[in-house]
Nanobody, 117 residues
Framework: VQLQASGGGSVQAGGSLRLSCAAS????????WGWYRQSAGKQRELVAS???????NYADFVKGRFTISRHNGLNTMDLQMNGLKPEDAAVYYC????????????WGRGTQVTVSS
C-alpha cells in the first residue's frame, strides 16, 4: 500500500488549506487513518485521526480549527485546516494503521505546510 499526500502549500496566518491522502492498494476496515506533523527540531506528533467507523480524535492544539474526514469506498482522507497559525507550519504526513490481523502501518511522504505571520 502506498499513501500519497497532497494539498500542502503556503498561506498567511488565518488562512485555510485542505490536505488529501489517497491509498493505492488494499486496505481493510477496522484501521485508523491519521494525520501527523513534524516541524524542525521536534518529534512527529498526531494531529488528528479517524477510525473506519468515523470516530475522530484531535490534538488539543487543532480542536475547533481542523476537521478530518475519510471516504472508505475511495480509500481517501482529508484534513481541512482553517485558522492556520504560524505554529502549524510543518511537514504533514498521512498514516494508516491496523492493529488487528492483517496488521499494518503505512506512511505517506510528507507535504509541506508553511504559514506566514
Amino acid at each position: 500500500v502506498q499513501l500519497q499526500a497532497s494539498g500542502g502549500g503556503s498561506v498567511q496566518a488565518g488562512g485555510s488549506l485542505r490536505l488529501s491522502c489517497a491509498a493505492s492498494g488494499r486496505v481493510f476496515s477496522g484501521d485508523i487513518w491519521g494525520w501527523y506533523r513534524q516541524s524542525a527540531g521536534k518529534q512527529r506528533e498526531l494531529v488528528a485521526s479517524v477510525t473506519s467507523g468515523g470516530t475522530t480524535n484531535y490534538a488539543d492544539f487543532v480542536k475547533g480549527r481542523f476537521t478530518i474526514s475519510r471516504h472508505n469506498g475511495l480509500n481517501t482522507m482529508d484534513l481541512q485546516m482553517n485558522g492556520l497559525k504560524p505554529e502549524d507550519a510543518a511537514v504533514y504526513y498521512c498514516n494508516t494503521k491496523r492493529v488487528y490481523t492483517p496488521t499494518y502501518n503505512y506512511w505517506g511522504r510528507g507535504t509541506q505546510v508553511t504559514v506566514s505571520s
